[in-house]
């Protein structure tokens, strides 16, 4: 099994910064993708950025330019920098993370329990 646990979230003022961060643990061999979906109040999940195993990064187009995605594999790890916050950018934010295992033959994905982000005007 994979555990996977987010931290950083919290209440900021629009125009400022605040660290997600998300890490996996358990029976992994390897981590593919990593990245981070969020759901606002009556909004369905949508993908606000995603690391793959080799680097590359995919943003949604509402936080380009403001947001960075990064991974650690050493720590199977990944990170996101938001910057520039906005009201709108208010959501539970929830890390998932596609692994291979040692216990059975995958890959598969597995999510975090979410953590609150909060930006006031």
């Known amino acids: 099994q994979v555990q996977v646990v987010e931290s950083g979230g919290g209440l900021v003022q629009a125009g400022g910064s605040l660290r997600l961060s998300c890490a996996a643990s358990?029976?992994?061999?390897?981590?593919?993708?990593m990245g981070w979906y969020r759901q606002a109040p009556g909004k369905q999940r949508e993908s606000v950025a995603v690391?793959?195993?080799?680097?590359?990064?995919n943003y949604a187009d509402s936080v380009k330019g403001r947001f960075t995605i990064s991974r650690d594999n050493a720590k199977n790890t990944v990170y996101l920098q938001m910057n520039s916050l906005k009201p709108e950018d208010t959501a539970v934010y929830y890390c998932?993370?596609?692994?291979?295992?040692?216990?059975?033959?995958?890959?598969?994905?597995?999510w975090g329990q979410g953590t609150q982000v909060t930006v006031s005007s």
């Open positions: 998932n993370v596609n692994v291979n295992e040692w216990s059975r033959y995958g890959p598969y994905d597995y």
């Open positions: 358990g029976s992994i061999i390897s981590i593919n993708a």
């Open positions: 690391i793959t195993g080799g680097g590359m990064t």
